[in-house]
């Protein structure tokens, strides 16, 4: 087996296990918060960011299930149900003989992580010029080794960049950022229906790296991708953090009039 050929492999081995592990904390991350939220505000308090999250999130589910030629059965952008928990759902059905709709489960399930990273991207881009952000990602890629302390360096500067452009609507975009990353995370139904059609596309993505590697091309590192999603997930984990906050602080003067009357 070749350098190259090795090289490459670990390339797209190291590549999907980062990519799991940022899915995996985004979950873990909407989960603990949607729980928060409910635990101060009662269940409707997710409808606070619901009206606007879950109808993105199962948009994108749509437009990926058509995109990939699933059938539709039902599907319903918001429509929350206190008993089974529910917000939205998008019901759909494929054939396992067709690769390319196989594949599209995995599409499919990561749609709304997609769909909310490009939402709060164009909200970023309000927030400060989007010239900024590029100088934020070109610092990313040139500032010193290690993916850590860029990822750190990264989301200090997009807060400072937040900071120093804020306007008069700065409440409003925040209120929508914490409605969009609220929600973004692919639900566990979403990774289950999408684990076969992963499986494929990784043994895809293993046979193109072997092709580059038998055509003479080594896959870049993809550290600067890796790195701005990671701001992504932290500026995700702000504004999330936010919104629990307020929830606790909103919550304190009904939990003491409810204790007094005990």
Request: hydrophobic residues 55%.
């Amino acid at each position: 087996m070749s350098p190259l050929l090795v090289d490459n492999l670990i390339h797209v081995a190291a590549t999907w296990a980062g990519g799991a592990l940022l899915v995996a904390l985004l979950h873990l991350l909407e989960r603990v918060s949607s729980r928060q939220v409910a635990h101060n505000l009662g269940w409707r308090g997710v409808l606070v960011t619901g009206w606007l999250g879950v109808p993105v999130h199962e948009l994108s589910h749509l437009a990926a299930a058509l995109l990939f030629g699933h059938r539709v059965v039902a599907w319903k952008l918001f429509d929350p149900d206190p008993v089974s928990g529910t917000l939205g759902y998008v019901r759909h059905a494929y054939s396992r003989r067709s690769p390319w709709q196989l594949a599209g489960g995995f599409f499919i399930g990561l749609a709304p992580l997609a769909a909310g990273l490009l939402g709060l991207a164009a909200l970023l881009c309000w927030m400060a010029p989007g010239a900024s952000w590029l100088a934020v990602a070109r610092d990313l890629e040139l500032s010193a080794p290690g993916l850590a302390s860029r990822v750190l360096e990264g989301a200090r500067r997009s807060g400072g960049l937040i900071w120093e452009h804020r306007s008069l609507l700065l409440p409003v975009q925040v209120y929508l950022a914490v409605c969009l990353t609220s929600h973004m995370a692919p639900s566990r139904a979403d990774l289950a229906g999408g684990l076969w059609g992963g499986l494929l596309v990784l043994g895809l993505s293993a046979g193109g790296g072997a092709l580059a590697a038998h055509l003479g091309h080594r896959l870049g590192a993809g550290a600067l991708v890796l790195g701005l999603l990671l701001v992504l997930l932290l500026l995700a984990a702000v504004f999330q953090a936010l919104y629990v906050g307020l929830a606790r602080l909103v919550s304190r003067p009904a939990r003491g009039v409810l204790l007094r009357g005990e």
